[in-house]
């Protein structure tokens, strides 16, 4: 277990060393999450339907 302890120790620095970078990054990310659930759908659906009518085009 004593030979496990630096790789534990180092695994563990290195998430600390995330958490100010997830910090920086999450609240823009919970900012654009609303407003890509609001414009995806029907961009989902018009690419659905330029999908369904391509093929025959091209």
Known sequence: MNRLYPVVAAFASLHLAFVPVVAA?????????????????????????????????L
């Open 25 to 57: 990054i999450a609240p823009p990310i919970l900012y654009i999450a609303p407003v890509v659930y609001t414009i995806a759908p029907p961009v989902l659906f018009i690419a659905l339907v330029i999908y369904t009518i391509a093929p025959p085009i």
